[in-house]
C-alpha cells in the first residue's frame, strides 16, 4: 500500500473549495479495523452560529446507500425464512396494484431489490412523518406510477421498488420499517448514530444542507428534508464510522467482530450481478449494491445523495479494502469516479492508465433493429444510426461512432475527449430493439424527426436561474442555441426541442412548467427534480 496521506488530504482540501463542499469526512476500512478517519471543513458555512467542525462521528444524510442497508434487512429476513425473495409480492400484500393491470401478479423481491420491477425513479423531498407513512404510500403512491417497463426486462433504477420491499419487511415481522432496522441491522452492527429519526439526529453534531448561488455564495438551508414514506430508500443518516461497519460486515462475508450478521451465501447473493448494466467495464446491480470493476479489480458499493448531501461507498471484498467518503455539497468534484478510484491505485498499487476495451467484429445484421430514437429521463435523446456502414450514437446533438464489444454491446469514444459511452441493446428477437442502456440508464424507443428550429426567439420566456434543492441551473440563447449552464453538471450543454416545452440534454429531460397566469415559474428534470425560477419572470 502507498497511499501518501498527506497528498490525499492536500487533493480533498482543494477538491472542497473547488466544488464549494463547506464539510467532508473519509474512511478507509482494512478487513474488521477503520485504518483511517478524518475529517474536513464544517457542518454549516455559518459555523460562528450553528457550524461545528467536521469529525468522523458528524451525521451525514446518506441518501441511497440507505437502500443497501435496507437490503442488509430483507436477507436477515429471507435467512429467518419470513421472506422468500423469488415469491410474488403479492402473497405478502394481497391488495397491492401498479398502474398496469396485472403487472404485479409477477414481480418478486428479487426484482424490487434488483431494480428490475419496471417501477420508475420517483422521489418526494416532504411527505408524510408518521411511521403508517410507509403504508400509506405503498397503498396511494405506488399504484399511480407509470411502469417505464415490463417487470423483468430491464435494469431501471427505482426507489419507489425499495420503499415496497421495505414495506414488506414492516408486514412480515409486524413492527414499523425504523424500529425493524434498528433491530436488525443498526444495534447488530454497533452503527450507534444511524437513524431515521431527525429529532434523535439533532441532538448530535449534524452536517447542514447548503444552496449555492449563481455568484458562488454558499448558505444553510434552514429546512430539514422528511418523508416517512421513502425511509427506505434514501433517508437514513448516519457516520462514515457507522458505514465502516456495515462494510466490515460485506468484505467479511457476512461477519461483524464475533458475530454472524449474514451468512456468507447470503452476502455473495447481495453481491452477485442480477441484472446487467451493459458497459464496456462490466457493470452490473446485485440486490440493492453496485457492482463494478476498475482495472481488472472487483468493486462493489453504493453512492447516495440526500438534500445536498452526497455519500461514497466502495468496497473491494477481494482485497478486504472499503473507503468511505461523505459530503454536504453535492460536486462532480467528488463524484465523478475519479477521487475514489485514485485512492484505490494508491492502495492496491495499481498500473497507471485504464486497459482500452477490444473491439470485435460486429453483427451488421442487427442492425436495422437497433437503429432508432431513444429518450431517457437521465440521459436525454438517443438516436442510433448506420452512417457510412458504422453504428453511430447520436447524443443531444453529439455524434460517437460505435465499436462492438460482444452481442447487443458496444462502446464508442466523446469527441475532444477520453471519456468512453456504453450502449446496450436489449434483446427483442427479431423485432424492433424498445429499450437500451447508455451508461447504465434506461432509454426507451420513440417516434422522433429532428426538424429545423423555425423560431428559436420563441424559447426566450424559458431563459433564467432555476433553482432547487440540489442543483442550481441558468439556460438562455446563445446565438443560434438554446442552452443550460449548470455548475454542478460542470458546464455548459445544448438543449434540444422534443415539441411544446420539452426539451432533451446531457443532462436529461428538462420540461418547463408554467402557472394559471402563463408564466414560466419552474422546470422539471428527469420528470424527478423541480427547479424554481429565481428572480423576475421574463
Known amino acids: 500500500m502507498s497511499l501518501n496521506l498527506y497528498a490525499l488530504e492536500q487533493q480533498i482540501e482543494a477538491r472542497m473549495k473547488a466544488g464549494h463542499v463547506p464539510?467532508?469526512?473519509?474512511?478507509?476500512?482494512?478487513?474488521?479495523?477503520?485504518?483511517?478517519?478524518?475529517?474536513?471543513?464544517f457542518t454549516a458555512v455559518d459555523h460562528d452560529e450553528c457550524g461545528?467542525?467536521?469529525?468522523?462521528?458528524?451525521?451525514?444524510?446518506?441518501?441511497?446507500?440507505?437502500?443497501?442497508?435496507?437490503g442488509t434487512a430483507v436477507m436477515r429476513l429471507v435467512e429467518a425464512g419470513k421472506l422468500d425473495l423469488d415469491a410474488p409480492v403479492k402473497s405478502y400484500i394481497p391488495w397491492l396494484t401498479f398502474s398496469e393491470a396485472g403487472a404485479v401478479d409477477g414481480?418478486?423481491?428479487?426484482?424490487?431489490?434488483?431494480?428490475?420491477?419496471?417501477?420508475?425513479?420517483?422521489?418526494?423531498?416532504?411527505?408524510?412523518?408518521?411511521?403508517?407513512?410507509?403504508?400509506?404510500?405503498?397503498?396511494?403512491?405506488?399504484?399511480?406510477?407509470?411502469l417505464v417497463a415490463p417487470?423483468?426486462?430491464?435494469?431501471?433504477?427505482?426507489?419507489?421498488g425499495i420503499c415496497l420491499a421495505g414495506y414488506i419487511a414492516e408486514v412480515v415481522s409486524s413492527k414499523n420499517y425504523a424500529q425493524l432496522m434498528q433491530e436488525l441491522v443498526f444495534d447488530p452492527l454497533e452503527m450507534k448514530r444511524t437513524t431515521f429519526d431527525p429529532t434523535v439526529a439533532m441532538t448530535y453534531p449534524l452536517a447542514q444542507s447548503h444552496?449555492?448561488?449563481?455568484?458562488?455564495?454558499?448558505?444553510?438551508?434552514?429546512?430539514?428534508?422528511?418523508?416517512?414514506?421513502?425511509?427506505?430508500?434514501?433517508?437514513?443518516?448516519?457516520?462514515?464510522?457507522?458505514?465502516?461497519?456495515?462494510?466490515?460486515?460485506?468484505?467479511?462475508?457476512?461477519?461483524?467482530?464475533?458475530?454472524?450478521?449474514?451468512?456468507?451465501?447470503s452476502v455473495a447473493e447481495m453481491q452477485r450481478v442480477q441484472t446487467d448494466l451493459f458497459t464496456f467495464n462490466g457493470a452490473g446491480y446485485g440486490l440493492t449494491l453496485f457492482l463494478n470493476q476498475h482495472k481488472g479489480i472487483r468493486l462493489v458499493g453504493h453512492g447516495g445523495q440526500m438534500s445536498t448531501h452526497f455519500t461514497l461507498l466502495e468496497m473491494v471484498p477481494d482485497?478486504?479494502?472499503?473507503?468511505?467518503?461523505?459530503?454536504?455539497?453535492?460536486?462532480?468534484?467528488?463524484?465523478?469516479?475519479?477521487?475514489?478510484?485514485?485512492?484505490?491505485?494508491?492502495?492496491?498499487?495499481?498500473?497507471?492508465?485504464?486497459?482500452?476495451?477490444?473491439?470485435?467484429?460486429?453483427?451488421?445484421?442487427?442492425?436495422?433493429?437497433?437503429a432508432g430514437s431513444y429518450l431517457g429521463n437521465w440521459k436525454g435523446l438517443a438516436m442510433i444510426q448506420v452512417c457510412d456502414d458504422r453504428l453511430v450514437l447520436d447524443w443531444n446533438g453529439e455524434v460517437i461512432p460505435l465499436n462492438s464489444l460482444k452481442d447487443y454491446l458496444y462502446y464508442g469514444q466523446k469527441p475532444n475527449s477520453e471519456e468512453l459511452v456504453s450502449v446496450g441493446f436489449i434483446h427483442e428477437g427479431l423485432g424492433e430493439t424498445q429499450y437500451i442502456l447508455l451508461n447504465g440508464d434506461l432509454c426507451k424507443r420513440i417516434e422522433y424527426e429532428m426538424s429545423p428550429v423555425s423560431n428559436i426567439d420563441a424559447w426566450a420566456i424559458y431563459a433564467g436561474q432555476y433553482q432547487g434543492y440540489l442543483f442550481t441551473m441558468t439556460t438562455g440563447l446563445e446565438g443560434d442555441r438554446f442552452v443550460i449552464h449548470s455548475k454542478d453538471f460542470g458546464g455548459k450543454c445544448n438543449l434540444i426541442?422534443?415539441?411544446?416545452?420539452?426539451?432533451?440534454?446531457?443532462?436529461?429531460?428538462?420540461?418547463f412548467q408554467a402557472n394559471q397566469d402563463g408564466v414560466i415559474r419552474s422546470l422539471r428534470l428527469a420528470d424527478y427534480l423541480t427547479l424554481n425560477r429565481v428572480g423576475e419572470s421574463k
Open 52 to 70: 461545528l467542525p467536521v469529525t468522523p462521528q458528524t451525521l451525514f444524510r446518506i441518501g441511497s446507500t440507505t437502500k443497501s442497508l435496507t
Open 151 to 160: 417487470p423483468g426486462k430491464v435494469f431501471s433504477y427505482s426507489g419507489a
Open 107 to 146: 414481480v418478486t423481491l428479487r426484482m424490487l431489490l434488483s431494480h428490475t420491477s419496471g417501477l420508475p425513479t420517483e422521489d418526494e423531498h416532504s411527505g408524510w412523518r408518521d411511521p403508517s407513512g410507509l403504508e400509506t404510500y405503498v397503498r396511494e403512491m405506488i399504484p399511480q406510477f407509470p
Open 211 to 265: 444552496d449555492l448561488s449563481a455568484d458562488g455564495i454558499l448558505t444553510v438551508q434552514h429546512r430539514y428534508i422528511e418523508n416517512v414514506g421513502e425511509y427506505p430508500e434514501s433517508y437514513a443518516n448516519s457516520t462514515v464510522l457507522d458505514l465502516a461497519n456495515f462494510c466490515m460486515m460485506q468484505i467479511n462475508h457476512g461477519r461483524f467482530g464475533d458475530v454472524q450478521i449474514l451468512s456468507p451465501a
Open 497 to 511: 426541442p422534443l415539441g411544446g416545452a420539452r426539451f432533451a440534454s446531457q443532462v436529461g429531460i428538462i420540461e
Open 319 to 370: 482485497s478486504g479494502i472499503a473507503i468511505i467518503g461523505m459530503g454536504n455539497r453535492f460536486s462532480t468534484e467528488f463524484v465523478s469516479g475519479e477521487f475514489m478510484n485514485g485512492i484505490l491505485d494508491h492502495l492496491l498499487d495499481l498500473p497507471e492508465g485504464n486497459p482500452k476495451p477490444q473491439a470485435v467484429d460486429p453483427d451488421k445484421s442487427r442492425w436495422g433493429r437497433y
Open 23 to 41: 464539510g467532508f469526512v473519509l474512511a478507509i476500512v482494512k478487513n474488521q479495523t477503520v485504518i483511517y478517519a478524518r475529517g474536513f471543513g
